[in-house]
């Protein structure tokens, strides 16, 4: 099972970015994932890490909710 985090911007207001990927993932793995866990942070950042490793960086990363829910599937595959 994987653990997923998504850290994320409070004063820039990504909170709706967060829960619209949040939501991705959880209809896409389900029940495969331990926990899809909102974290708040600030400076900017918007990132996503499954099971501790970023798959996700809004500064060096284009923002792709597919390609983010296919980065966080190739850890949810690796631990099935």
Do not use: F, G, H, N
């Given at each position: 099972?994987?653990?997923?985090?998504?850290e994320y911007?409070?004063?820039?207001g990504m909170l709706d970015r967060a829960q619209?990927?949040?939501h991705a993932l959880l209809s896409e793995y389900g029940e495969r994932l331990?926990?899809?866990?909102?974290?708040t942070g600030d400076s900017g950042v918007f990132k996503?890490?499954?099971d501790g490793e970023q798959v996700f960086d809004k500064e060096s990363?284009?923002?792709?909710v597919?390609?983010?829910v296919e980065s966080v599937g190739e850890k949810v595959s690796a631990s099935a």
């Open positions: 099972m994987t653990d997923v985090e998504i911007c409070v004063p820039c619209d990927l949040q331990d926990s899809v866990a909102l974290v996503v890490r499954a990363d284009d923002y792709d597919d390609a983010i």
